[in-house]
């Protein structure tokens, strides 16, 4: 298992996948799919993990725990749940400063065992309400001039 490194690997894994937590949130991306968008990459290393804490978290040293209770997590976690051909982004959050690491460790589980929900971040995706016939636009103006 390899770690990301590149920040243009972390924005192509941000718009994966994603599982919530309330310690953590978990976002993956499978490699194979880039690979049929001819992004040019490589399948065919083994899978790479990435971990990230904002500054709204903390200072430095709780995001710095932040981030090594999740390494920490990564590690005793079992290779095997993680999907082969695929990129991880761990997103710390500030509850996992205080949350029981047996409980984080149970979340990490259930959040590798369970389908992501898949979030475009695209633009044109959504109608507007006018556009689509639910409400009526404004009137069109008239002219006011005397007769």
Do not use: W
């Not at 924005?11 to 040019?40: M, T, Y």
């Not at 490589?42 to 090594?68: H, Y």
């Not at 949350?99 to 460790?105: C, H, K, N, S």
């Not at 959504?126 to 639910?134: A, E, F, M, Y």
């Amino acid at each position: 298992m390899d770690r990301l490194r590149q920040r243009a690997d972390f924005l192509a894994v941000a718009n994966g996948a994603r599982v919530s937590s309330p310690a953590f949130v978990l976002q993956s991306l499978d490699r194979r799919s880039l690979d049929r968008q001819n992004l040019g990459r490589d399948d065919s290393g083994p899978i790479r993990i990435g971990f990230t804490v904002t500054k709204k978290n903390g200072n430095a040293p709780q995001r710095n725990r932040i981030r090594r209770r999740l390494r920490e997590l990564v590690k005793r976690l079992d290779p095997m749940s993680m999907q082969p051909h695929h990129d991880y982004v761990l997103v710390g959050r500030r509850d996992a400063l205080s949350r029981d690491f047996a409980t984080m460790l149970d979340d990490l589980r259930i959040a590798f065992a369970k389908p992501a929900r898949h979030t475009h971040k695209g633009r044109g995706s959504k109608s507007s309400p006018t556009t689509d016939g639910l409400k009526p636009g404004p009137a069109p103006a008239t002219s006011r001039k005397p007769d």
